[in-house]
C-alpha cells in the first residue's frame, strides 16, 4: 500500500505559480493513476486533474485547463502539478489520490480513488 504525501502549497499573489509534489513513500507509484483534487471551506472536493499510469495520458478540469499541469517523475516516485496564473478562486486544500486500474478518461469521482494524501494548503491572495 502506497503513502502520498503532498508539499508544495502556501500563500501566493494572484498572478504567481506554485508547484505541488505528490510524494509516494512504501510503493512504487508506476502502476496507479494519480488524481489531484482540491476542496475549498464550503464546497465538495472537485477533481481538477489526473495523470494515467499506463501512457501517462492527462485529464484537466474546465477550471483549470490551460493553467495547470500535472506531470510525473518516475526516478523520484512523485506527480507534480504545476498551476500558473492562479486565482483567487484556486484557494483551496489540495490533495492528490491514487488508484489502480483506472482509467483517467473517468475522472472526477473522488470516490473512486481508495489513497489519500492528507492535503497542502493553497491561498491566493492580495
Known amino acids: 500500500q502506497v503513502t502520498l504525501v503532498e508539499s508544495g502549497g502556501g500563500l501566493v499573489q494572484p498572478g504567481d505559480s506554485l508547484r505541488l509534489s505528490c510524494r509516494g513513500f512504501?510503493?512504487?507509484?508506476?502502476?496507479?493513476?494519480i488524481g489531484w483534487f482540491r476542496q475549498a471551506p464550503g464546497k465538495e472536493r472537485e477533481g481538477i486533474s489526473c495523470?494515467?499510469?499506463?501512457?501517462?495520458?492527462?485529464v484537466y478540469s474546465e477550471s483549470v485547463r490551460g493553467r495547470f499541469a500535472i506531470s510525473r517523475d518516475y526516478a523520484e516516485n512523485t506527480v507534480y502539478l504545476q498551476m500558473n496564473s492562479l486565482k483567487p478562486d484556486d484557494s483551496a486544500v489540495y490533495y492528490c489520490?491514487?488508484?489502480?486500474?483506472?482509467?483517467?478518461?473517468?475522472?472526477?469521482?473522488?470516490?473512486?480513488?481508495?489513497?489519500w494524501g492528507r492535503g497542502t494548503q493553497v491561498t491566493v491572495a492580495t
Open positions: 489520490a491514487a488508484e489502480t486500474h483506472y482509467s483517467c478518461s473517468d475522472f472526477g469521482l473522488p470516490l473512486d480513488f481508495a489513497t
Open positions: 495523470i494515467s499510469s499506463m501512457d501517462d495520458g492527462t
Open positions: 512504501g510503493a512504487t507509484l508506476d502502476y496507479y493513476a
